[in-house]
């Protein structure tokens, strides 16, 4: 007597998985992550302690930097295996989805711990019960209790905005983190109105135009996310990240280092405390775009003319003769249409993500491969055999 074994599937030695680094002077980001339509997209870029989308699972790093594009499920599925009780990420999305994003997290912690009314119930949890039992919301004492939604609270926590979104208020976002350099709240935050196993993470609400600070980045290295809108079916983010470094103010340009020391003294001692030379001036580095049509980068956005080095999006149909149709009606990117501005912007290298399942890798390798293709295209698909995928 023996036991019967599993057989394994036939499967390419190389991995799914892949990498590509960043150009210089940013060549010590390394981006990694895998993207098709309809199935999943999530990149790492773990020198940032960030994740790109949450499609899948890319390896065993778990960044607290979390920004998604919007709601789709090959974008957020797997959204819930990023957080954590202890040390909870900071997770930024379009501010539609942030209270549908909270619920499901936490639907998944609920099951977790093995589902149904919480023992004890905490005042302001979105899952208490009715007294006795019940599966609607409500007070203990059996009234009814309004949604975050209805009561304007989207998302457990308000971004600490550099401008004038989040819950409106600049100041309140501020103090609500302490003076704004400090880590996040954890979850032993006594202000913080989830029950303790529900505080999971933090989700910050944002609407196009809204900037911040990634803030699990050293205040020496220093990195800001502004949110633009996407061309798509439902609310859609990309987000331009930005390094920030302090240059010297242009009055003091030209300047020699004894100068500039002696200026600083003369403030001091002059009791007017100390003097700034320089300000923080943001270098744009790369665009993550959600889903979208190639209208959003046809637009021209400032950012490219900025010279921003790397813009990573989407290219889901490769043929327009055949699939122009349906790239408009689900609001996705043509190869046709993104083609004249990749030729419009030659110093920007543009990573190519999302392509259809209809294409097998190797459909998309010879669809490039045959074409007169611009040097600045990084084609998210692996570029030897070990053939695997869907496809004609």
């Known amino acids: 007597m023996s036991p019967t074994f599993a057989t394994p599937l036939p499967q390419s030695p190389r991995s799914p998985i892949l990498e590509w680094s ?6 010590q980001l390394t981006l990694t992550g895998r993207s098709r339509a309809a199935w999943h997209t999530s990149f790492v870029i773990p020198q940032l302690n960030l994740l790109l989308d949450a499609g899948l699972i890319v390896n065993n790093q778990r960044p607290k930097q979390i920004f998604l594009t919007h709601g789709h499920s090959d974008h957020t599925l797997l959204a819930p295996a990023f957080v954590k009780k ?13 209270g549908a994003l909270d619920r499901f997290v936490e ?18 949890s979105p899952y208490l019960r009715k007294k006795g039992g019940g599966s609607g919301e409500g007070k203990e004492d059996g009234s009814e209790r309004p949604r975050k939604e209805d ?6 926590r308000e971004t600490l905005i550099a401008g004038t979104r989040g819950n409106g208020d600049q100041e309140e976002d501020e103090d609500e983190y302490g003076d704004g350099d400090g880590p996040p709240p954890t979850s032993n935050d006594p202000t913080d109105p989830r029950h303790p196993l529900l505080r999971t993470h933090h989700t910050h609400p944002l609407r196009p135009g809204d900037t911040v600070v990634l803030p699990r980045l050293p205040a020496s290295h220093p990195y800001t996310a502004t949110a633009f809108a996407c061309d798509h079916t439902v609310p859609c983010l990309g987000y331009l990240f930005c390094a920030v470094t302090n240059k010297l103010k242009p ?28 300000t923080p001036v943001p270098t744009p580095v790369f665009a993550f775009l959600g889903d979208t049509t190639a209208s ?9 003319a900025e010279g921003v080095k790397v813009v990573i999006t989407e290219c889901s149909f490769l043929y327009a003769e055949e699939h122009r149709e349906q790239a408009e009606r ?3 990117t043509l190869w046709a249409d993104l083609e004249p501005v990749i030729r419009r912007w030659p110093k920007t290298i543009f990573v190519l993500t999302h392509f259809s399942l209809r294409y097998s890798d190797k459909d998309i390798r010879a669809f490039f491969r045959s074409r007169d293709v611009p040097d600045n295209v990084v084609v ?10 869907q496809g004609k």
């Open 296 to 304: 959003t980068l046809a637009s021209d956005p400032v950012w490219l």
């Open 251 to 278: 009055e003091y340009q030209g300047l020699s280092g004894p100068e500039l020391r002696a200026l600083k003294q003369k403030s001091r001692e002059s009791g007017e405390g100390e003097l700034r030379l320089s």
């Open 107 to 124: 639907a998944k912690t609920m099951l977790s711990e093995g589902g149904g009314v919480w023992p004890p119930p905490v005042d302001g």
């Open 330 to 332: 689900t609001r996705h």
């Open 380 to 389: 998210w698909i692996d570029g030897k055999g070990g053939e695997r995928g």
């Open 22 to 27: 960043f150009p210089r002077p940013f060549h």
């Open 86 to 98: 202890s040390d909870p990420p900071d997770v930024f999305c379009p501010a539609e989805m942030a």
């Open 151 to 156: 009561s304007g609270e989207v998302g457990q």
